[in-house]
């Protein structure tokens, strides 16, 4: 399957949302990172249907999504950003009136039912209601529900907010398992989110893709340009004027300095090996 | 406070509805002012009082011009412009002008009327609150002696103070400040970012119970400021400072005021109304999580004071809040109430228990929302009675949200209880004249023939033979007492000659194709009566669809779930099946607010002959000829079932363009309750 973004603008009045993107994925998780207003949520709403397109438009293995209807919209699993419920819906009825709204069997929206609420640790809460839920319960339940009909492209805007750090594994790992056969696009500005479990990262700023590429590739950019810089306390601010500094830590000698240098800084320091937050940093940095 | 007040005018669809409320009551008081509805205006009785001529004359002069049926009766020199119709002003000026000047002997008559019922017994002992009242009444009128009212124009001042569309105009603005600063918050979940402690609450409570008042007194100041230049420069209020006895319909006022006085006091209570009854609205929008909470019982508060209004028990009549807010009916008559055997005079008690009504529900207010967890407790299981089972029907789930989640069951059967206890108060009365009338449509039923014609005949000849017998009694009999009570048999069997007149009339009146048709029922249905109660029937039917439906499409925008509906493209699935759940919640509400009024007149009084022409019936003879009376009915049904879909259709539409359940109740409110009210009051 291959989903591909063709030249996608969208303008809201005079502001430029999306400057003509271009995109392909194929099956595997994709991370979109940008920080605030950098237009990931208008790729996502589009992608889904909520928003249409000023220009450009999205073609699914050649066929434009547009014209596929419910078709495209059957393959098409969404995680909102906004907790969307009914809140005197119990989990269960609202997961049934999802798989109502699917046209799904009443025996396979059971199972699927069961066997997700397990997984996303929420079947002993299936007939509370949902107004009694923590925000990260219905977090849990807003994924469930995007998983509901088994989708094969997946759209999940920021997943994890308001989730506990145990959550956030288990949320991980069960999108990790899923993701097979599928296409997921998982928009953050959470990094270690997608880390480890995406294929490729896009980084989405004020409406233009600035990179995609793998972990590897996009760490393997700033090799020999991340630095631990080793400073006494007078020191320490001086350091910021060679670089970005990424990271603050009080040790014995000193205070220990994650700097993002061009160049190695005149200080004591060792050469460290980038990761996705340096890279975060290196592209948002400045605009963060 | 300065941010509470822009919460109100935060949403500019409820702003709209408020311009409209303000230019709608310009609008209807300007016709009011000009209404020639009588054959002349308010402002051709002032013409005429300012003429300075002898009105008695003129009037027979223009009885003897009625008289000549060859002359034109148009003449430019009257006010009218027509003999006839400035007859009828002329009759009208000087009966006015005659209520004034006899004012001394209207207070004799009063004196002699309560000596008189005091020396009959009927007012029980001395010192029993009945005889202590009538003295109380004797002493106050008397007090009123020397008062000389002045013979001018005081329609400005009657006009101004009997208008009550203004009121009832103002209840919007008592439900948009109770929804918009309490009712909206809590159900935005906004209440958790105020200040969590009771001290804090309450000063919140308190800020937002002071933006309402003065919020109504802005619009007060503006509607009835409107009402007053207009009647001002139309009509004029007069001379200030005559009493105010030479208004009139205030003639009977107990009270020594000027006019100046009295609009002041006119004022000053009605918007102490004002402020009562938006502290009850805000005592029902503070705990309401959503707009329907709120506004349901505030109808059913309305219900309720529009029955007690109607009460012969005189303190639960005077403590409704529909009478309440009659202040100009409180000054034209001399009522005591019995507070624990003490004659108190009503236009007392009803100031003060709409002070008390002020702190009352401010202070229960106050408790309620300071007791309220600022964060809310989210309760273990469902409140729910109804769970839906394990299905995938999403035309269950959608009539699961129809009728449950959003109350349209709970809805359906308060519009039920409601409608039952309208009905079972509401007197349907049988005379002894329409007993008669009912037996004589037993017999005269249908087309005319000769058997009817002979009974007809007969029956107006026993009517003479027994007249005969009586005069023949009262002719032999010289003592006229006894006479009567050997004639009382007689005229007994004399008592239906009225009805059997009117039948016969009927009878012989009837065109070709009629038929002779009991008009009783018929007549409630479709005359004046049966048509105010449609239009209270409509309203409480309209009411009761903006609470039922007025979530139907807004539920998804407010909850965001509508995110997901399009995401997964079920958007017109959704709808269609929320459009099947209107017609079926629609169809029930229409049958409650409408059937109860036909069964109840078919079983008093009869609704026969349906098959008849409609021309048989006398109200509905202005109808096109060859319609029959079952059509007539189809007809109206089909009329009120175009208002119940017009109604419905509104009410989505402002639904899904608001996306926003509290502005779509009011704005349903605004457009569809109030108008068959206003022309309610306007019959």
């Known amino acids: 399957m291959e989903l591909r973004f063709h030249a996608l603008t969208k303008e809201y009045g005079n502001k430029l949302a999306l400057k003509g993107v271009n995109l392909c994925l194929t099956d595997g998780i994709y991370g979109l990172l940008g920080p605030n207003g950098a237009g990931k949520s208008t790729m996502m709403n589009i992608l889904t249907g909520n928003l249409p397109a000023t220009k450009g438009h999205i073609t699914l293995d050649g066929k434009d999504i547009r014209s596929m209807g419910q078709e495209y919209r059957k393959l098409l699993g969404y995680m909102p950003q906004q907790q969307v419920f009914y809140p005197g819906f119990t989990a269960e009825q609202f997961l049934f009136y999802i798989a109502s709204l699917r046209k799904m069997e009443k025996k396979q929206a059971a199972s699927r039912i069961d066997a997700l609420l397990e997984q996303v640790e929420l079947s002993d809460v299936r007939r509370k209601p949902i107004r009694s839920f923590s925000g990260g319960m219905k977090q849990r339940l807003l994924l469930v529900q995007a998983l509901l009909d088994d ?7 920021e997943p994890t907010a308001g989730l506990d750090p145990k959550q956030r594994i288990l949320l991980r790992n069960l999108i990790g398992k899923i993701a097979l056969n599928k296409i997921v696009l ?28 793998t972990h590897r590739e996009l760490t393997k950019s700033l090799q020999g340009r991340v630095w631990e810089v080793c400073a006494g306390e007078d ?17 014995a000698e000193g205070i220990s300095v994650r700097l993002l240098a061009e160049k190695e800084p005149p200080f004591p320091c060792r050469a460290l090996s980038p990761t996705l937050e340096d890279v975060y940093l290196h592209y948002f940095g400045e605009l963060g | 406070m ?12 409820a702003v709209l509805l408020l311009i409209a409320a303000l230019l709608l009551n310009g609008y209807l008081f300007y016709r009011h002012c000009t209404d020639s509805s009588p054959g002349y205006t308010e402002a051709q009785i002032r013409a005429k009082y300012g003429q300075n001529i002898d009105i008695e004359e003129e009037l027979r002069e223009l009885d003897a011009r009625s008289l000549d049926f060859t002359a034109d009766s148009r003449d430019l020199n009257l006010i009218t412009g027509d003999v006839y119709l400035e007859r009828r002003l002329d009759r009208e000026v000087l009966s006015r002008m005659e209520e004034a000047e006899h ?3 209207y207070l004799q008559e009063k004196q002699t009327e309560i000596r008189a019922r005091l020396n009959s017994g009927f007012m029980g002992p001395e010192g029993g609150f009945p005889y202590e009242a009538q003295l109380r009444v004797a002493e106050t009128y008397r007090k009123l002696e020397g008062i000389q009212p002045e013979v001018s124009f005081s329609g400005g001042i009657a006009i101004f103070t009997h208008w009550h569309i203004t009121d009832l105009l103002l209840l919007l603005f008592c439900l948009t400040a109770g929804l918009f600063l309490m009712t909206r918050e809590h159900t935005a979940g906004l209440l958790l970012l105020l200040r969590p402690t009771a001290r804090g609450k309450s000063s919140l409570y308190a800020q937002k119970f002071l933006t309402l008042l003065l919020f109504v007194t802005w619009a007060f100041v503006i509607l009835y400021g409107t009402d007053f230049v207009l009647s001002g420069l139309i009509l004029g209020f007069g001379r200030l400072s005559r009493p105010i006895q030479s208004v009139t319909g205030l003639l009977p006022c107990p009270t020594p005021l000027t006019v100046g006085g009295y609009l002041l006091r006119f004022l000053l209570e009605k918007l102490l109304w004002l402020w009562a009854v938006s502290a009850v609205v805000f005592l029902l929008c503070t705990p309401a999580k959503r707009p329907t909470h709120a506004l ?25 809040l529909s009478f309440l807010s009659d202040t100009a009916e409180r000054y034209s008559n001399c009522l005591m109430m019995n507070f624990f055997g003490l004659p108190v005079p009503r236009r007392i008690i009803c100031p003060i228990f709409c002070v008390l009504l002020l702190i009352g529900c401010f202070l229960v207010g106050l408790h309620s929302f300071c007791k309220k967890p600022t964060v809310p407790v989210a309760k273990g299981r469902s409140s729910q009675l109804f769970r839906p089972g394990r299905h995938t029907s999403l035309t269950r789930h959608e009539a699961f949200k129809q009728y449950v989640s959003n109350g349209g069951i709970f809805l359906l059967i308060v519009f039920a209880v409601l409608q039952a206890l309208i009905y079972t108060n509401r007197s349907f009365p049988i005379s002894q004249n329409e007993y008669h009338l009912q037996q004589y449509a037993k017999v005269l039923a249908g087309a005319p023939n000769a058997q009817k014609d002979d009974f007809l005949i007969q029956e107006a000849a026993r009517f003479e033979e027994i007249r005969q017998t009586i005069d023949e009694y009262y002719s032999n009999i010289q003592d006229a007492h006894i006479a009567e009570i ?61 609470l039922s439906l007025g979530r139907t499409f807004s539920e998804e925008a407010e909850t965001g779930v509508a995110v997901l509906l399009t995401t997964i493209g079920a958007q017109k699935r959704v709808r269609r099946r929320k459009l099947l759940f209107t017609a079926l919640t629609a169809f029930p509400l229409f049958c409650i607010a409408f059937l109860p009024q036909w069964f109840t007149v078919h079983r008093v009084y009869g609704l026969e002959q349906p098959d008849a022409l409609a021309q048989s019936v006398t109200v509905l003879r202005s109808l096109p000829k060859g319609l029959k009376i079952w059509q007539v009915f189809v007809l109206t049904g089909i009329l009120r079932g175009a208002v119940t879909a017009l109604g419905c259709g509104v009410i989505l539409h402002l639904s899904k363009k608001t996306e926003n359940t509290a502005t779509t109740m009011l704005a349903s409110i605004g457009l569809l309750v109030l108008p068959p009210l206003i022309a309610r009051l306007l019959l």
Request: charged share 20%; hydrophobic share 45%; with cysteine.
């Open chain 1, 151 to 157: 989708p094969r492209i997946l759209v999940l805007d």
């Open chain 1, 186 to 213: 998982i928009s953050t500005h959470v990094v270690s989110d997608v880390e480890y479990i995406a294929k490729e990262l896009i980084l989405l700023s004020q409406g233009e893709i600035l990179c995609k590429g």
């Open chain 1, 235 to 251: 020191e320490a601010a001086r350091v910021g004027e060679f670089g970005s500094v990424c990271g603050l830590a009080k040790t």
């Open chain 2, 2 to 13: 300065r941010y509470e007040w822009k919460k109100i005018f935060a949403n500019p669809h």
């Open chain 2, 103 to 105: 004012y001394a002997d």
């Open chain 2, 296 to 320: 349901l019982p505030a109808a059913l508060v309305a219900m309720i004071s529009l029955l007690m209004g109607q009460s012969s028990d005189l303190w639960v009549q005077s403590l409704s």
């Open chain 2, 486 to 546: 050997l004639t009382n048999e007689f005229e007994q069997k004399l008592m239906p000659r009225d009805a059997f007149e009117m039948a016969k009339a009927h009878y012989e009146n009837l065109g070709e194709g009629e038929a002779y048709v009991h008009q009783t029922g018929y007549t409630r249905l479709f005359g004046p009566l049966g048509i105010g109660d449609d239009l209270l029937n409509v309203a409480l039917l309209l009411l009761f669809l903006s």
